[in-house]
């Protein structure tokens, strides 16, 4: 099941009418695409150990994000699909939706763009820098941090 609904890519694809008289594409077409693209990012997200599946009712942010990159990436095939059938390869529109869809799948999975209530994922380094300046060593005094948020990589 995808993260996101037919209506969603339709709004992505606004001068495309999903199931209409003529239509390349149908209503159980695009269904079939998004339920893909879902899958592709379940795999990227299960590669960099996030908790799966990530559901409305327990992640609404996550789920919210979630469902816009799979609407991009579904709007893209689709756009593409339509203009398989005629002139292959020729779709700017579907360009730009695949480019949006890929970078933000790869700022999620790189740790740039936080799926925000989603358990798992791959270490930020705020985390890190955050993960020891609270705790107190034996004699009561806190630890230093083994990184702060202003240190340079």
Do not use: W
């Amino acid at each position: 099941m995808g993260y996101c609904e037919v209506a969603d890519v339709q709004r992505l694809n606004p001068q495309r009418d999903y199931g209409g008289t003529g239509s390349a594409l149908n209503n159980p077409d695009i269904q079939e695409i998004i339920d893909d693209i879902a899958r592709e990012i379940d795999e990227r997200l299960r590669a960099v150990r996030f908790t799966l599946p990530i559901v409305l009712a327990d992640s609404p942010i996550a789920s919210a994000m979630l469902s816009v990159v799979n609407a991009l990436g579904a709007a893209a095939i689709a756009e593409d699909s339509v203009f398989m059938q005629s002139i292959p390869d020729q779709s700017t529109h579907g360009e730009v939706l695949r480019e949006q869809y890929q970078g933000l799948l790869d700022q999620i999975c790189g740790g740039t763009l936080r799926l925000g209530d989603a358990e798992g994922g791959p270490l930020y380094i705020s985390d890190i820098a955050m993960s020891g300046s609270s705790e107190l060593k034996e004699d009561g005094s806190e630890r230093e941090p083994f990184f702060t948020r202003d240190q340079v990589f």
